[in-house]
């Protein structure tokens, strides 16, 4: 009896050709070193860039913190060489560059803590966020996709595919207020329905129904969230599927008598899906700084808020803290990205 591993061989299998072997232990490690070397030279580059890249913006920011208070002259002189404002700039880079090997990120002009102290409070909203987000946009993305790939030219297609785009093209901050507008303001004598401001109430409760309240609160940015970046998920899931499909396992295990959601489900999903790994690997670096644009119109206390609030005075220091934070973390996850993709398609390997 022909089991339906014999009767359609994965896309992978046939493309390492014969007497090709899949990538062993020593090849994985010399590729994932290779790929260690390219993302330590781009961090390097990250470092000099997220130096210099923020004093090119407009503003001082000891005089922007003295905004209020009545200090000399010779007082903002004092509070510049407390900051090492005063020095030349390549010996601000230089003692940069030492305390971010060191782990320390300097203290907030603002804030008056330890940038990775802010850092730190920071992360756990955001990660709650767009962690839930990145979950949620990927499940549907990969479903939808899915659906549409398979009937390609559908009327399921049609819809899914065009109400992707749209979301996609619409701006975060034009979707985020019009959102909060609608089921957070009201309209007219419909009345908001959602909280659309910070993590929790101010008569936060106790229990579960903490966790109730937190979850409101989360329904309107994480919705924002979604809608505008499940589209790369569907896309890239559609086209890889339609691709496949035409691939000569798929005919044979159909000409087999296979049913087509076990073609679809055992065969041309698994080998659809590595384009879709790759670009969810990518997404979890950016989870990591959240989404500066959404935080900010639901004022999250995240790290997309916090660099935002950053960018305001300006604040140096958090600033180059929480991009560089962010930054670091989409290199890391890209090469994973390369590493996971090298041993889940050898195919890679002849790129």
């Given at each position: ?5 014999e ?6 299998a046939q ?26 030279f ?28 009545n200090?000399t ?28 090997l ?16 802010l ?23 990969i479903?939808q ?40 303001v009201?309209?007219?004598p ?24 937190v ?7 994480c ?47 698994p ?5 879709t ?52 973390a ?14 889940l ?7």
């Amino acid at each position: 009896m022909t089991t339906p591993l014999e009767a359609a061989e994965p896309a992978a299998a046939q493309a390492a050709g014969p007497g090709e072997e899949r990538p062993t232990g020593r090849g994985v490690l010399r590729y994932a070193l290779s790929k260690l070397g390219g993302a330590l030279f781009g961090i390097a580059m990250v470092l000099v860039g997220t130096f210099f890249v923020f004093r090119l913006l407009p503003g001082d920011p000891v005089r922007n913190m003295a905004q209020g208070r009545n200090m000399t002259p010779d007082q903002l002189d004092a509070e510049r060489r407390r900051l090492g404002l005063d020095k030349p700039l390549i010996d601000q880079f230089i003692d940069f560059v030492g305390d971010t090997l060191r782990l320390d990120l300097g203290m907030s002009y603002e804030y008056k803590r330890p940038v990775i102290d802010l850092i730190g409070e920071r992360l756990g909203p955001t990660l709650l966020l767009a962690g839930t987000g990145l979950v949620i946009a990927v499940s549907l993305g990969i479903w939808q996709g899915t659906r549409a790939g398979w009937r390609h030219g559908s009327r399921f297609d049609r819809f899914s595919t065009g109400a992707s785009l749209l979301l996609w093209s619409v701006p975060t901050f034009w979707l985020g207020l019009l959102l909060m507008m609608v089921f957070g303001v009201g309209i007219g004598p419909i009345p908001g329905i959602l909280p659309f401001r910070g993590i929790e109430s101010v008569d936060a409760p106790d229990g579960f129904a903490y966790v109730l309240d937190v979850a409101s609160h989360m329904v309107l940015p994480c919705l924002t969230l979604v809608a505008v970046v499940y589209a790369q998920y569907l896309l890239v899931m559609r086209s890889s599927l339609i691709e496949e499909v035409s691939q000569d396992y798929v005919t044979v295990a159909r000409a087999k008598g296979l049913r087509d959601d076990e073609v679809r489900r055992r065969h041309a999903v698994p080998n659809a899906l590595l384009p879709t790994v790759t670009l969810v690997f990518m997404r979890v670096g950016f989870v990591v700084g959240g989404a500066v644009t959404v935080e900010t119109i639901y004022t999250w206390p995240g790290l997309g808020q916090l660099f935002y609030a950053a960018i305001s005075v300006p604040d140096f220091t958090l600033m180059q803290g929480t991009f560089l934070l962010i930054t670091v973390a989409v290199i890391v996850m890209n090469t994973l990205a390369d590493v996971v993709y090298h041993i889940l398609d050898p195919r890679v390997r002849s790129a």
